[in-house]
């Protein structure tokens, strides 16, 4: 019964796992579309304040909109990896950071993006 018990408890972790991957990737494909959405504002928020429609706590309220969704993008990434992480060792494997010691892959250009 111990044997049968273990197994199944191994089985509902793996599954636990492969559960929280996958909500926290909707969760950053919605985040991305966040981001998206803050840019533009930004950028439009930008152009107003260039063409002397727009005041420039527009452009900072626009900014500050956009840090957040990209901090949150950040944070959802950070999750994923953790989430990841503990999925492969949910499956018996081990997880060995690079031997060089740096961090994971960059985010691709288009999922983050930063203004001056």
Same mark, same amino acid.
């Given at each position: ?28 494909? @919605? =985040?991305?579309?966040?981001? #998206? /959405? ?7 928020? $930008?152009?107003?304040?260039? %063409? ?25 990434? @950070? =999750?994923?990896?953790?989430? #990841? /992480? ?7 494997? $081990?997880?060995?950071?690079? %031997? ?17």
């Amino acid at each position: 019964a111990g044997y049968n018990q273990a197994v199944v408890d191994a089985l509902r972790e793996v599954a636990d796992h492969v559960n929280a991957v996958r909500s926290l990737e909707q969760q950053a494909q @919605s =985040q991305h579309q966040a981001v #998206a /959405t803050a840019n533009a504002a930004f950028d439009l928020a $930008g152009q107003r304040y260039r %063409a002397g429609i727009g005041n420039y706590l527009d452009v900072l309220s626009a900014q500050s909109q956009l840090l957040g969704a990209q901090q949150a993008l950040t944070a959802l990434h @950070s =999750q994923q990896l953790l989430a #990841a /992480t503990r999925l492969t060792r949910a499956l018996g494997g $081990g997880f060995e950071p690079p %031997a060089d010691g740096a961090a994971a892959p960059a985010a691709s250009s288009s999922s983050v993006s930063t203004h001056s």
